[in-house]
């Protein structure tokens, strides 16, 4: 009791605030209050201020010019856009590279194991949550359409065979000189051998885009270029590269000056292959007037 008794006179305890003219004294307004509800109030002013205050930095622009270092909303939103391009880029960035190294593989001779086999196959298998659907469990109405896709594919090959032909002619040689080796795929040797002066022009044999000019070690200076209709042209052992990677050439245009680099090369030679359909052929039956 002592001490509530105590806790009343001290915050309990009346006063009253008055509010006088200055000149005479009249009394203007006058409040009651305690120290007590004088605590409160000042409590309760501050919290709403408080409230206030964050509702501006929270809710409002104002943020953005008070807050140092905050980012509008809309450099959020283009932050977040810029960086799903990137993600995107570096995705395609990631899918072309690994076609360029395997087509470089495959270009310098190299052994490229299939991807698909029948491990693979049986791990789809094992993998998959159904059973496989095999050629006896496909309706009659599917049956008819492979057939006829199939007999479809047998008529377009069979009707155009000199399109075929045309597709792996060469329209330009690479380079004008004698013949030091010829294909012969066995040993591993993919194209044929043209020996001429160093420091002879190489040419392109057909319009499309360099998808390869580098160093390689056993080809020296090599150039891959990519033409219509799956077609690949490869220049080995070169003195020096006159175009980059991603240019676009035409039949007939400087590419490179004829070497011996790389240490496949027993001397000064352009060495070329022609690639259709992922397959290599040999050259000298597709050059013009090789034939």
Avoid: C
């Avoid at 219509?228 to 003195?239: A, I």
């Amino acid at each position: 009791m002592g001490k509530f008794r105590q806790f009343r006179q001290r915050w309990l305890k009346p006063y009253r605030l008055i509010l006088h003219e200055e000149q005479t004294y009249l009394e203007k307004w006058q409040m009651r209050v305690t120290r007590w509800g004088l605590l409160m109030a000042s409590g309760t002013l501050i919290l709403l201020l408080s409230s206030f205050i964050y509702f501006l930095l929270a809710w409002t622009p104002l943020k953005e010019l008070i807050i140092p270092g905050y980012a509008s909303e809309s450099s959020r939103q283009r932050a977040i856009q810029a960086e799903l391009k990137a993600d995107s880029a570096m995705v395609i960035l990631e899918t072309q590279a690994r076609y360029l190294e395997a087509l470089k593989t495959i270009l310098s001779g190299d052994v490229v194991p299939d991807v698909i086999n029948e491990a693979s196959i049986d791990s789809l298998v094992q993998l998959s949550d159904g059973p496989l659907l095999t050629d006896w469990e496909l309706t009659q109405e599917e049956e008819a359409l492979r057939e006829q896709v199939e007999e479809e594919d047998r008529f377009m090959l069979q009707r155009d065979p000199a399109k075929v032909e045309t597709m792996k002619s060469i329209p330009f040689a690479p380079v004008s000189g004698e013949i030091s080796s010829d294909y012969d795929p066995s040993i591993g040797h993919f194209g044929v051998d043209f020996v001429a002066p160093e420091g002879s022009v190489i040419h392109a044999v057909d319009d499309g885009v360099v998808i390869l000019a580098s160093y390689t070690s056993d080809g020296g200076y090599v150039i891959s270029i990519q033409h219509l209709g799956n077609r690949v042209s490869v220049y080995k052992h070169n003195k020096s590269l006159l175009v980059e990677s991603g240019d676009r050439v035409q039949a007939g245009d400087a590419i490179a000056m004829l070497g011996g680099t790389g240490t496949h090369s027993t001397g000064p030679h352009a060495h070329f292959e022609w690639w259709v359909e992922g397959q290599p052929l040999d050259p000298m039956m597709w050059l013009p007037d090789s034939n």
